[in-house]
């Protein structure tokens, strides 16, 4: 399995910028694909981006064009460059693997929060 630490998240005003990174540390060849999920207060986690081993990536309707998520194979990184921030964005951003190592698995990081607001 791997595990994984996020950061980056903060406070940003409406319009802004930020990036969050993924490190990947373990069995990073088992990986699948890597994601950043995002949990707002009250609501269900939702897929915010995808990137599977062979480059392909997904992004939700939301973000589309605004949100790139990247992969950094030296640095066992994914990150996601998230640009024209919206009060709406305001969530905890976790990121997840999936992969086979021996069997299945689906591991998650601590979450990373990002507040957007003026």
């Known amino acids: 399995q791997v595990q994984l630490v996020e950061s980056g998240g903060g406070l940003v005003q409406p319009g802004g910028s930020l990036r969050l990174s993924c490190a990947a540390s373990g069995n990073i060849f088992s990986i699948n694909a890597t994601a950043w999920y995002r949990q707002a207060p009250g609501k269900q986690r939702e897929l915010v981006a995808a990137?599977?081993?062979?480059?392909?990536?997904n992004y939700a309707d939301s973000v589309k064009g605004r949100f790139t998520i990247s992969r950094d194979n030296a640095e066992n990184t994914v990150y996601l460059q998230m640009n024209s921030l919206k009060p709406e964005d305001t969530a905890v951003y976790y990121c997840?693997?999936?992969?086979?190592?021996?069997?299945?698995?689906?591991?998650w990081g601590q979450g990373t929060q990002v507040t957007v607001s003026s």
């Open positions: 997840n693997a999936d992969g086979f190592d021996l069997r299945p698995y689906d591991s």
């Open positions: 990137i599977t081993s062979d480059g392909s990536t």
